[in-house]
């Protein structure tokens, strides 16, 4: 006989955790504002924003570490925080828990701080398990050293397959790999994921850095002062950006000031086209670096009625470039433009610009949006 999966079945199988109309408090001020998160099973789920933004406080209630105020949360379809009506404590939620302080126990060696949330298990199985975890970390050869033998970068290893140890069912991660050098970072951030996928684990991870939850997530939820301002793959945050904030947030743009005439808006690089704004707004136009395409043209360098290189600095993997653009209709602009590899024309050195204008995002300016 078929067995058909009821709605709340359903739910069961695709939500790992469900966050809904989460609101918190802290003294008077309102840190939390209403979020509703879900994240399915195996994906890894990013909460990036500034500091203060309440991202670290969303993850405490996910863990059961601040007592639910207002909303509910739910881990596989089963409410495990509603205000007034049930709080599981956090050893309870089958949460694996992993924050910037590695807080390894200095008594236990490596395998036996691993191995610390497997007590259910044989001792065998609790040994092998253990192991497992620390030779997909790269820490199989120090699990007989004690915690203060270990580095920082060691300590956090550890500290993430402490955590995951127990499979559980929720990763909650908060800024984990911050503490790190950046080369040291990279490595452990990319063993980090590659350990998530293979162990299914739906992940919970609390950053400021664009790149990190652009490297680590599936979805990135960005949040500005208690609410999340957009939700989506890291490509919709970064090429669909549905607030200026959301596309200052991932690196420096370019920004010139205009209004809306037939459709667009004249700029230094151009007509460019906001035809779903109102004729006469007044709007930012935002121009990423990389959207500013540069072929250095035949011309004498004191020709300063072409657009023309400022200054060229390299920075490692790619050159930043100081324009001053020339439009066509006399208009001026100070841009700068970031070019992969090394690309360093000399000061006056005029140049062709082309623009991607899929790096290219027009917004009502702040002042005319009531």
Not at 122 to 143: F, I, K, T
Not at 302 to 324: D, E, F, Q, W, Y
Request: net charge negative; glycine share 8%; hydrophobic share 40%.
């Amino acid at each position: 006989m078929a067995i058909i999966a009821s709605p709340s079945d359903k739910a069961v199988q695709t939500t790992a955790l469900s966050l809904s109309g989460v609101r918190h408090t802290f003294d008077t001020r309102l840190v939390v504002k209403g979020i509703d998160l879900d994240i399915a099973p195996g994906e890894v789920v990013c909460l990036l924003g500034p500091s203060g933004c309440g991202k670290t406080t969303l993850l405490r209630i996910a863990a059961g570490l601040e007592v639910l105020q207002e909303g509910s949360v739910s881990l596989e379809g089963r409410t495990i925080a509603a205000p007034g009506q049930r709080h599981v404590p956090p050893e309870k939620r089958s949460v694996g828990l992993a924050f910037q302080d590695s807080a390894l126990f200095p008594h236990l060696n490596v395998l036996e701080n691993v191995s610390f949330g497997l007590k259910h298990l044989p001792a065998r199985a609790r040994h092998e398990q253990a192991l497992a975890l620390l030779e997909q970390l790269g820490m199989a050869d120090y699990a007989q050293n004690y915690p203060h033998q270990l580095s920082g970068g060691q300590q956090q290893r550890v500290a993430l397959a402490r955590a995951l140890a127990p499979r559980p069912q929720l990763m909650l991660l908060d800024e984990p790999f911050s503490s790190l050098d950046a080369r040291l970072r990279d490595r452990i951030r990319d063993d980090t994921l590659h350990v998530l996928k293979k162990l299914g684990s739906a992940t919970l991870l609390v950053t400021h850095d664009p790149e990190e939850a652009m490297f680590m997530a599936d979805r990135i939820a960005l949040m500005r002062d208690g609410n999340i301002v957009q939700t989506g793959t890291p490509r919709e945050l970064y090429c669909e950006p549905v607030d200026p904030f959301v596309v200052t947030f991932f690196g420096e743009v370019n920004i010139l000031k205009g209004s809306i005439h037939k459709g667009c808006v004249q700029t230094p690089m151009g007509k460019i086209d906001a035809s779903w704004l109102p004729e006469g707004s007044g709007v930012e136009v935002m121009i990423r670096p990389e959207a500013l395409k540069l072929a250095v043209r035949d011309l004498p360098a004191k020709a300063h009625n072409h657009s023309h290189v400022i200054m060229a600095k390299l920075l490692g993997r790619s050159s930043l470039i100081h324009l001053c653009v020339h439009g066509e209709d006399g208009q001026e602009a100070h841009l700068h433009a970031r070019v992969p590899g090394v690309f360093l024309p000399a000061e006056g050195q005029p140049v062709d610009i082309d623009l991607d204008r899929s790096q290219v995002f027009v917004f009502k300016s702040a002042d005319a949006i009531t």
